[in-house]
């Protein structure tokens, strides 16, 4: 069976050799050193990532030898650019690790609620096969009607199926519709198609600007000019959004544009990119800005997805309480009216 590196340890070795960099250590030496703690199949990865360095193989070739996500790549193929692995190290193995974090704080939060759906689904399937058709046939028997409530319920379990193949008629149109529309389209059309969906805008924009001003402020800053900086980005393939951003941004520069209208002329941006632009380049510092509000941006969007994994948990509970209540009361008001109704005769 494959072995897999994690993506917590993956996040570890990153942070480590960002550590090593800046303490002197070379890049072969940092990253052998690291890999003898870690296991066989990390070994061997970080081994021919090396190995492919020293065979003369392109930084963003080698790259691919570690098995990363492409914005993860990203950042490390940029590091090289403005020439600050340990930067680049750094914010490949934070990024990591808060995913790491935040996938686990909702596999922690989303347990319980999961066992309580699964015990709900038995309930319900005991209900449909067996308690509600002896129900029936007794109230039917004894010439009573329903509680309104036990009504309710029972139209409601009835309308699950119709429910399950409605949620199958819209996966079936959303694939259909992914692969014949969506996936043609280029990744900034995707995007702005993605911003329209009300729950996650926000935090999209957030993170494609936290890239942009990051990826950006530390080109600048390793010297190169705003074109050369674009010319990175188009270089470049594993963030598509920001190639395209690019090839956009040199051809509207090129027609006379000033950069901050430039910037966001696509409205992929947050609202007050444009003042961070033109404050940067009023006071000469750019470069140090565009880093300092990417930073401000990343512990934003920490902030808001630990609230809204924070958010989720009670409100299932909350959904799952009144289901069972919903549940408890259908069974037990028919037993009550059938007591009453055996007391009066």
Request: charged content about 20%.
């Amino acid at each position: 069976m494959k072995k897999k590196w994690k993506a917590s340890d993956k996040a570890n070795f990153f942070l480590n050799l960002s550590r090593l960099l800046e303490r002197g250590y070379t890049l072969h030496h940092g990253a052998s050193l690291l890999g003898i703690q870690d296991g066989p199949y990390a070994k061997s990865i970080i081994a021919n990532w090396l190995k492919a360095l020293g065979e003369g193989k392109s930084w963003g070739e080698a790259l691919e030898r570690l098995e990363l996500p492409n914005d993860i790549q990203a950042y490390l193929f940029f590091s090289e650019r403005y020439g600050r692995l340990n930067r680049g190290f750094y914010y490949a193995g934070r990024m990591l690790k808060e995913r790491e974090k935040i996938k686990q704080q909702f596999m922690t939060i989303a347990r319980y609620p999961i066992l309580l759906i699964w015990i709900i689904a038995m309930l319900f399937s005991f209900m449909v096969f067996f308690v509600f058709p002896q129900f029936e046939a007794l109230f039917q028997t004894m010439d009573i009607e329903y509680p309104a409530i036990t009504t309710m319920t029972f139209l409601f379990f009835q309308s699950i199926p119709y429910g399950f193949l409605l949620l199958l008629i819209v996966f079936t149109i959303g694939v259909i519709y992914y692969y014949g529309s969506f996936k043609n389209k280029t990744s900034l059309e995707q995007y702005k198609f993605i911003l329209k969906i009300p729950l996650i805008n926000r935090l999209l924009r957030m993170y494609v600007t936290y890239s942009f001003s990051l990826q950006f402020g530390q080109l600048l800053k390793g010297g190169l000019h705003v074109l050369d900086v674009l010319t990175v980005f188009v270089d470049q393939s594993r963030l598509s959004i920001l190639k395209e951003e690019g090839e956009r941004m040199k051809e509207e520069l090129n027609e006379g544009l000033q950069f901050s209208d430039v910037v966001v002329n696509s409205g992929c941006y947050t609202a007050e990119f444009k003042e961070i632009i033109q404050h940067g380049q009023q006071t000469g510092k750019l470069a140090d800005d565009l880093i300092h509000y990417s930073e401000m941006l990343w512990n934003d969007l920490l902030q808001r997805v630990q609230q809204i994994t924070m958010t989720i948990q009670p409100i299932l509970f909350l959904v799952i309480g009144l289901f069972m209540l919903l549940l408890f009361l259908s069974i037990f008001l028919p037993i009550f009216q059938l007591i009453t109704s055996i007391d009066a005769y």
